[in-house]
């Protein structure tokens, strides 16, 4: 009976060593752990945080975040984390509430920047259009509210980090540089972006382009024949050559815009697929905030040039 306790007694003693050292193992001794949403602000957090911070992004390729649902896995994330950065402005528009429920230390970056620099909702006069990452002024805010919570929560490290954001937003004004370059090549009266949800007004106000979008801001919004006929009607009248799928929507709805160009005799053709809420594959050049963009900009100059 006593040997058989001790048997017992042995084993759980086992386990919970075995928990704790795996415990430990997984926090990389004094790495900060930031969790974050989207693909572009773990880019941020890469990039500002370097060695000292262990990055976990809960939204890989192809996925949508207005729709997005928290897994257990990514409640484990969460409340494993010492900081999390979200986008907020409502993009994450379902995580809302386990947001609210986390006693930690989270930041929506997109409530950095000035309310005046913000593009509304034309469907709701309190909200903001949240894709702020497409204008690189506004991501700047962005970039810099990372830094400036690094710093708050790990000072010791507060050189690097300041170092660190000074050299990616080199990177971020050269890639300006590269975009405002390219974007000349398109006449001005073809720029006109045309895509499968409002994602890029931001960059169409930073570089002058009409942008049309079937689907609202948020990809929760229905579209309807409507929708369709309207957006024909202007790639007919305005001679627009070229429309654009998402990596993270369906490409029905683009493709019943080009179907019904073609009934009225106008030849539109898919200029490739664009990364709008989501980034490319982890460990390729669309994997980065960088390449996305650049990926973004050849793709859209290619096909309206
Ligand atoms: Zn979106």
Redesign the pocket.
């Known amino acids: 009976m006593i040997k058989k306790f001790l048997v017992i007694l042995v084993g759980l003693m086992l386990a919970v060593s075995v928990g704790c050292s795996s415990n430990s193992a997984s926090k990389d001794e004094d790495r900060l752990v930031v969790t974050t949403t989207i693909g572009q602000i773990a880019d941020i957090v890469k990039n500002v945080g370097g060695e000292h911070v262990e990055v976990q992004s809960l939204m890989g390729p192809g996925v949508?975040?207005?729709l997005y649902q928290a897994s257990q896995g990514d409640i484990k994330k969460l409340s494993s984390a010492d900081v999390i950065f979200y986008n907020g402005l409502h993009?994450e528009g379902k995580m809302g509430e386990i947001f609210e429920k986390l006693d930690k230390k989270i930041v929506a970056v997109g409530e950095s920047v000035p309310k005046e620099l913000l593009l509304g909702d034309p469907e709701d006069s309190k909200a903001h259009d949240?894709?702020i990452w497409f204008d690189i002024d506004l991501w700047t805010y962005a970039v810099e509210a990372v830094r400036d919570t690094l710093i708050e929560v790990d000072g010791k490290n507060a050189d690097a980090y300041k170092a660190n954001t000074e050299a990616y937003l080199k990177e971020l004004q050269e890639l300006k540089a590269y975009a405002e370059n390219r974007i000349k090549e398109i006449p001005e009266e073809s720029r006109v972006l045309v895509t499968a949800?409002?994602?890029f007004s931001y960059f169409g106000n930073a570089y002058g382009f009409e942008v049309l979008g079937l689907q609202g801001?948020?990809?929760d919004s229905e579209y309807g024949l409507k929708d369709v006929q309207t957006l024909v009607d202007v790639l007919v009248d305005k001679k627009i050559k070229a429309v654009f799928v998402e990596s993270?929507i369906s490409d029905k709805s683009i493709n019943a815009v080009v179907e019904g160009a073609k009934k009225k005799q106008h030849e539109v053709s898919i200029g490739g697929e664009l990364f709008?809420?989501a980034m490319g594959k982890e460990g390729t050049e669309e994997g980065t905030y960088v390449g996305m963009y650049k990926h973004n900009i050849d793709t859209i100059v290619d096909s309206l040039k």
């Open positions: 949508d975040p207005h993009l949240p894709h949800h409002d994602a801001l948020s990809t993270s709008s809420d």
